[in-house]
């Protein structure tokens, strides 16, 4: 029996694990066979959804095993960002909300991509264009997956497709949209048992911008301050990275998830493209990013445009 | 008022215009200004099909203006297939059926590949979702598109979705599928008042696979034996080709309508990549391809493979 995996990217998120598990249901009540799978831990923020809805992790991987006949990539398109054998397998279908870029197929495949602000907005679409019923559990994921990824519903990325799609999810999920999204996101903001490496890798994407590699890790807090507390162990994980993976950036944005702001701490040699994309002066190493809250708008963009100017 | 252009691929077949023109309809009908437009000649077969049904080409341009404020591809996503300025405008979507390649953009966008045969198919299913109805008009144009890609239905890249259309579309045209089909391609097999330098440009495209160039130029032909007649003349003009492009392998497909057999003509340094593919023996630069009628399907993904060994 042919077998095809579903995953997200590396270092997941409430959003690629989700979509995964979620595409996986949908694939499943259509009659095709395809398996959930993770490319790393799942975060605090995400176990505290699959635990309210009583759902399983997908299992881990660490590489595509050759019993696989093809893979779905969700959340992701960027090979750096997936799976380390990704170009020795088949890639059946992407279903993504990110830019483009890096990414590269042989055959004609199924490629959606939509600018909303999460993957689990378009999956919630393609349940209803299938004429297949969203249960509890499955509206659950998807809705913890949209107030992950617009930070409930406050992230500029937020389209109102997404804020519908919250609402309808959250009735069907039955939860109280504000209260659950807030107990969610400080579930996942709680870093007090975590070490710096943790930190500047729980969701942490590469980017190739024009000839520069850069890494951007962010993290959800309360209290930004709590976080900086270690700032000399952050930067001593940071610059070992920055040198095994020859980066030309090593960017990390500490998220308020109150207050809607961001602390960025740069290293690298490319420091002062963070000084010249967001118009700021690095102040040791950091600087607040005011209003800043999503790395695919509000950094990666700005910064892309910086390196490759 | 902003201004968004639609377009197909440089050297424009018949889908890539009615595509263009199709969307446009389908944009304006849903209340956004959107204009068609070609980055090449009209093709005999394509003017047919226009003829036919009353519609105006859509207008040429060589590059896009500095009045324009996004475009949308269809047809295409390879950026050296589309408009020589393409890096410097902003993509807002692209609809497409081809394999994805040396695409890129800074933001999310809306891009939409199928592995269906041809992109009007696509379209065709997109009208359905606005619940915008197709005249007769665009019914003519998607249905030629259908014809055309898929050589009446008999390219082995023509999906049951692809057959399911044409007849729906062909029913809407008021057109006799078969017959109508056939006028259409035998309108562009017609090569009597071509040079050797349209012969090879026709409709011919750019690939990079692995570090090499490739170019893949396909005509159908009622007699093959007749485009080859003057093949040194087309051997001249493709020597011109590759040394202005600096490609490794130029391919030039002659494909016969009503055999469904390709004779190719290849040359370049690549030449001996087009035996190992095809398991063939070229014969005076030349080669009987048993069968293959589609580039895509047959032609690239065969070669790509040889080239990334």
């Given at each position: 029996m042919s077998k095809t995996l579903i995953f997200g990217h590396k270092s997941p998120d409430t959003d690629t694990i989700c979509s995964a598990l979620a595409y996986a249901d949908l694939k499943n009540k259509l009659g095709e066979t395809a398996e959930p799978a993770r490319l790393g831990a799942v975060n605090k923020e995400t176990q505290f959804a699959l635990d309210y809805f009583g759902v399983e992790a997908p299992k881990f991987i660490e590489k595509v095993g050759s019993e696989v006949d093809a893979v779905i990539l969700v959340d992701h398109n960027e090979f750096q960002q997936?799976?380390?054998?990704?170009?020795?397998v088949r890639i059946a279908e992407v279903i993504d909300h990110h830019r483009i870029a890096n990414f590269e197929t042989k055959d004609p495949i199924y490629f959606r991509a939509e600018?909303?602000?999460?993957t689990a907005t378009i999956l919630n679409k393609m349940y209803k264009e299938n004429g297949i019923v969203v249960t509890k559990e499955v509206a659950g994921l998807l809705v913890s997956a949209i107030i992950s990824d617009s930070l409930l519903l406050k992230s500029?990325?937020?389209t109102k497709e997404d804020v519908d799609a919250a609402h309808e999810l959250a009735a069907i999920a039955g939860i109280e949209l504000g209260t659950y999204g807030l107990d969610m996101l400080q579930a996942g903001a709680d870093?007090?048992?975590?070490t710096a490496a943790d930190i500047i890798s729980l969701d942490s994407k590469v980017f190739v911008m024009g000839d520069a590699k850069v890494e951007i890790a962010q993290v959800n807090a309360v209290d930004i301050a709590k976080v900086y507390e270690n700032q000399a162990d952050l930067e001593a994980e940071i610059a070992k990275v920055i040198e095994e993976k020859d980066l030309d950036l090593f960017l990390l944005a500490v998220t308020d998830?109150?207050?809607?702001d961001s602390e960025a701490l740069a290293l690298g040699k490319g420091q002062e493209k963070v000084e010249q994309a967001f118009h700021v002066t690095l102040d040791n190493n950091r600087a607040l990013l005011k209003g800043?809250?999503?790395?695919?708008?509000?950094i990666v963009t700005v910064l892309t445009t910086e390196f490759t100017k």
């Open positions: 997936s799976v380390d054998n990704i170009k020795d600018p909303v602000g999460c500029p990325t937020c870093l007090s048992d975590k998830i109150i207050n809607n800043v809250v999503s790395r695919k708008k509000q």
